[in-house]
C-alpha cells in the first residue's frame, strides 16, 4: 500500500548527526506502540603492558577476552583519552587501523586502560521486551548494530545512518524511554476494489487477489473493512464493507482451501446485528460481534473489531487438530467486550449464526457457526475439516497426474486414501466405532467409466462422518426426599 509507512525515530549521535534510524518492523499505526530507549555500556577492560607512542597501531595489553575486531576502543588514563576501532585481535594484542591514530603519548605504568564501548537497545511494546546488549557501530563488528537487530528483534529494524561524526561521536547518544511515531496504516483513501484488486495474470496481481496462488493461506481477516462504515455511517458506508466482505467470501467460495471470518459493524442494535448476518449465506465464512475491548501501550482504551484476534484463536486451535471448534478459548489481548450481550441474546444471534463472546476466565468466543443455512455445513469445524481434507488429498494425490487411469491405480488411489483417513478415525476427528462408519471411498470402474477415463478425468468418490461440537450441555437436576441427584 503506498501511503503505509512506518513509525520511527531517528537518533542522533553526540554531535547532532543522524546516526541510527530506528523503525518498526513493518508499516502499519501499530508501530506507534512501540518504546525504546538507548543506553552507553561500558565493556571489556584491560591494562597497557607497553607505552604507546603517537601515531601507534597497536596496543599490548594484560588480556582480550571482549575485545574484537569492529570494537571502539577507549585507550585513557587519569589526563588524556584516545579512540579507535579495532582491526585485528592477537594474542595480548590489539592492532587498529591508522586513520584513527593515536594523537596522545600513553604509559603503561600510568596505568593506562583499554576500554571497548558499546550501547544497548531497549524495545518495548505492550508485555513484549527485547535488550540487545554490546552493540556497535562498525559494520566489522560481530555486534553491529543493524545486524544484531535484524537478526533477532521481532518488532524494529536499525539502519545506520552513516554518519560522518568521528569516533567515538559517531554512537547514538543516550536517550530515555522514547516512542516511535510516524506510522500510518495508509487506508484512508483505499476503496473496497483496493482490498480485493485486480488480476491480470501471473507477476501482475494485486490485493486479495495476488493472495489466490498462495497455497498456504487457510484464514481471511479484514478488520479494517469497518473502516469504510466508520467513515460513512449509513448505506454508503454498509455497501462498501459489503462488498468487500462478499468478494472475500467469493474468492473462498471459489477456492475451496480458505475460510474468512467476518465482523459486523459496531452497535447495540441487536436487530441490525441479525439483517447484517442474513444477507450471507455460504460455509466458508463465520460472522463475530459484538467488538472488543483492548488497552494499549500508553494505557490508552481501544474498541476494535474482533476478527483479527479470531484468526489467533483458530490458528493456536489448528494445533489441536482441524475437528477442534475454535471456540472457548482465552484471546490474549482482549481485555472486555464492548457490549454485554444477555444469556438469552447469546441464544438467540447463536441461532442465528452471530457468534459472540463470554467472559469466562478472560474473554472467549462463544460459537462456532458458519453463516450457511444448510445444516450439514452448520459447523465452523466441519467446514474447515473439509478445506484441510480437500488440501491433503490433493497435495497427496499429485502423483497420480499422467499415471495410466486404470484399476491398478485406482486401488492406489483407494487405498491411500484409506490410510489416511482412518489416521482421522483414529485421531478422533471422524465419528464412528469402526473405520466402516467413519468414512467410505469409492474408486472403480464405476466411477471411472470409459468416457470418464476418455475425457483424461480420474473420479474418487469420498465420503466421511465428521466430529460435530457440542454446543450445549444438558444436566438433569431431580430433587428427591434424599436430596439432589445429578444426571
Known sequence: IEHASCA???????????????????????????WFRCVHAPGAQALLTRDLDIGAGEAHVNVTRGFEVGSTVRIYDRENSDYVVITEVADKMIRWSTETPVNRRHRAAAPTYLEVLTFE????????????KGLQMHPTSRNYAPRVVQQRSRLIRVEDMFTKSPVPHNMPESLAMTRLSGGRDGIEH??????????????ERTGLLALAANEEIGILAAPDAMRFYDREPGPAGELKAQRLQDSMISICEHLKDRFVILDIPQTKDIEWVRRWRRRTDSSFCAYYWPWLRTTGVDGRLFIVPPSGYLAGVYARRDLEGAHHAPANLEIDGADDVSLRVTEDHIGILNSEAVNTFRLQRGVRPWGARTASSDPNWRYVSIRRLFIMLRRSIEAGFAWITFE??????????????????????TAGMLVGGNPEQAFFVKCDAETNPPEQVDSGMLICE??????????????????????????
Request: proline fraction near 7%; charge should be negative.
Open 190 to 203: 483505499i476503496t473496497p476494489e483496493d482490498f480485493v484488486g485486480n488480476d491480470f495474470g501471473p507477476g
Open 121 to 132: 537497545l531497549h524495545v518495548a511494546m505492550k508485555d513484549r521486551r527485547e535488550v540487545f
Open 404 to 425: 495410466p487411469n486404470d484399476h491398478r491405480t485406482w486401488e492406489l488411489v483407494r487405498d491411500r486414501t484409506a490410510a489416511f483417513l482412518s489416521q482421522l478415525h
Open 462 to 487: 469420498i465420503g466421511v462422518a465428521p466430529v460435530a461440537p457440542a454446543e450445549f450441555i444438558m444436566i438433569s437436576l431431580t430433587q428427591t426426599m434424599t436430596g439432589p441427584n445429578q444426571a
Open 8 to 34: 520511527d525515530h531517528m537518533q542522533i549521535d553526540d554531535w547532532n548527526k543522524p546516526s541510527l534510524r530506528i523503525r518498526a518492523l513493518n508499516e502499519g499505526a501499530w508501530g506507534n506502540m512501540i
